[in-house]
């Protein structure tokens, strides 16, 4: 973030604030919101001039900024309103606001069926993590629905980019990425199945097979159900050496199980 907010409070219910202030960049920020966020539902009696302290704290540390220098300035950065309170930013100040617009990008990319260029923006936009969304901030329940939303919106940018890049050959280059991924998301169809075409790419059709059985152990452990039938058809592709598998990705490699309708004789295009 630009425009001072690298001056950031250390006080773990400041960070809390600004977190959420930031978040909602350039809207306003009820003070309602802001007590139910860092109190939940027990505020203290004094909720709300102690909310007005934390703001003139946050203020105070802006101020101290190069770019802001003054009291004064921090005011017009972070405003009051009418029982609210907004941080101002400029387009392009938070790493938040760069990745919607290189998502946005993305997807025109998508839509236009260039995967280099898909690669390429997504690739931009994944850098500009560091780490979990607000990884020194005990988030409160409007943060944590923020929170869960950018980083299935994150997981879902990976795995579209694995899916341009498994079109373009990239499959040795992603064996690392892939099975760190599942493995950290052992649920994840889609990423197990992408890392199935990855091994099975790059000869290791063994680790490919284990790959799969791998995921049928755990999801009938977990949840008693069998992988879909689009990761079904994958496995037997891998087991029969299907040509297919060489040539094209599966399309959109995206195993929703709305899509395995049982009794569907749909083959995929290898």
């Not at 003070?31 to 939940?40: G, K, N, R, V």
Request: proline share 6%.
């Amino acid at each position: 973030m630009d425009d001072g907010i690298e001056y950031l409070p250390t006080a773990p219910k400041q960070r809390h604030l600004l977190a959420l202030l930031l978040l909602h960049a350039n809207l306003p920020v009820s003070t309602e919101i802001c007590s139910q966020e860092l109190w939940e539902n027990n505020p203290p009696p004094s909720a709300l001039p102690t909310l007005q302290t934390y703001i003139l704290q946050i203020r105070r540390s802006l101020a101290r900024s190069p770019s802001i220098c003054s009291l004064k300035s921090a005011r017009q950065k972070l405003v009051t309103g009418s029982r609210s309170y907004r941080i101002v930013t400029e387009p392009d100040a938070l790493d938040l606001t760069r990745f919607s617009r290189l998502l946005q990008e993305g997807r025109v990319a998508q839509r236009g069926g260039d995967d280099r260029a898909v690669s390429r923006i997504f690739r931009a936009a994944l850098s500009l993590w560091r780490g979990e969304v607000l990884a020194d901030v005990t988030p409160g329940p409007h943060l944590r629905e923020r929170v869960n939303s950018l980083t299935e919106m994150r997981l879902g940018m990976m795995e579209q980019c694995f899916e341009a890049e498994l079109r373009l050959g990239l499959h040795h280059q992603l064996l690392s990425e892939l099975g760190a991924l599942s493995a950290r998301h052992p649920l994840n169809e889609n990423l197990t199945a992408q890392y199935m075409l990855a091994l099975y790419r790059s000869s290791r059709q063994v680790e490919a097979l284990e790959a799969f059985h791998r995921l049928r152990r755990i999801l009938d452990e977990e949840l008693g159900i069998e992988p879909c039938l689009r990761v079904r058809l994958l496995h037997e592709a891998i087991l029969t050496g299907d040509p297919r598998l060489d040539t094209d990705l599966v399309d959109g490699l995206t195993p929703g199980r709305e899509r395995a309708a049982a009794g569907s004789s749909t083959r995929p295009s290898w």
